[in-house]
């Protein structure tokens, strides 16, 4: 019974005289631990969690509070999915293909080489069969996923050396953002999965030869451009990303049905503003860089060309052998395909000619 029914049928008279306004909503108190995958210095991708859990918190007046942990601090970076499903933490924000370990469709949910880009991975989720299809996926893992941010198609990573053909390729130890590594392996690098806070140090080292992490922001202030000259562009193996909330299903079905509803919509909030945010602040520091002697180098096409070749062949091979990848990659590339056809006529045309003209 909503509130004007409640007017309506005992009148105002009988709610003064009951002496309180009708009771319109469960006020409970709670309070929830957030494990970011994230360092806190890095306001784009761990700041998605901020916002969600301040939006949280402003539409429940306070009751309901979310504190946000950085990585490391209540669980290890690649540590949240575990501590999840066991419900050590009710909630992780994180990029869901470093788990691509436990199973490779963990990488449908986030980015695949040659995948989507932003706007089609949020069709997907949204409008599509994504976010219904993922979540039966991860609810073997106990947890309920809300879309939590895309950083957009990101660049191909900091090099010490030039990547002149795919020769060079050749025994690279790269720091890769998760499933991509098994693309990296096949065309003959080592890949490596470190965290966003590690790298810097591991590439400073020489320990490894090269690593990516989104693109110019986060980069220039995980200062990779100290470390290595040669910046190479497009990251094809994240043309768009997506981030998740990944929430413990009892923990989410405990939940008033009004906290359930602000959930969703403060993810919801937190998944536009944290593409905004890269698309406003990435030109500014791409225009830094280069200005500080970061040399722009775009992989050359046989080095495209392999890496679409070798993530075609690794698609068919999990097709193969992994009955959730094959139902879940099938409607996947359906989508792709029907969306690239889309785009070659208005984003694709309109962005090219727009870029090229003198603004
Ligand atoms: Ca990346």
Known sequence: MDRRSVIKNAGIAGILAAGAAPAVHAQATVRWRLSSSFPKALDTIHGAADVFAKAVKNMTGGKFEISVHA????????????????????IAHTAPYYFFGKNDVFALGCSIPFGLNSRQMTAWMYEGNGLKLMREFYAKYNIISFPGGN??????????????????????????????????????????????????????????????????????????????????????????????????????????????????????????????????????????????????????????????????????????????????YADFSKFRAEQNLWFRFTEAKFDTFMQAQKL
Request: aromatic fraction near 12%; avoid cysteine.
């Open 71 to 90: 990585a490391g601090e209540i669980t290890p970076p690649f540590g949240v999915v575990d501590a999840v499903q066991q419900g050590s933490i009710e």
């Open 151 to 328: 950083t957009g198609s990101q660049m191909g990573g900091w090099y010490r050396k030039e990547i002149k053909s795919v020769a060079d390729m050749k025994g690279l130890k790269f720091r890769v953002g998760g499933f991509a590594g098994k693309v990296i392996e096949r065309m003959g690098g080592v890949p490596q999965n470190i965290p966003g806070g590690e790298i810097y140090t591991a590439l400073e080292k020489g320990t490894i030869d090269a690593a990516e992490w989104v693109g110019p922001y986060d980069d220039q202030k995980l200062g990779f451009n100290k470390v290595a000259p040669f910046y190479y562009y497009p990251g094809w193996w994240e043309g768009g990303p997506q981030l998740d909330f990944f929430i413990n299903q009892k923990a989410f079905e405990a939940l008033p049905a009004e906290y359930k509803a602000i959930v969703e919509a403060a993810a919801a909030t937190a998944h536009t503003d944290m593409q905004a945010k890269y698309d406003a602040r990435n030109p500014a520091a791409l225009k830094e860089l280069v200005a500080k002697g970061t040399k722009l180098r775009p992989f050359t096409n046989d080095v495209m060309a392999l890496a679409f070749k070798e993530s075609m062949a690794l698609y068919e091979e999990l097709n193969d052998k992994n009955p959730d990848w094959k139902k879940i």
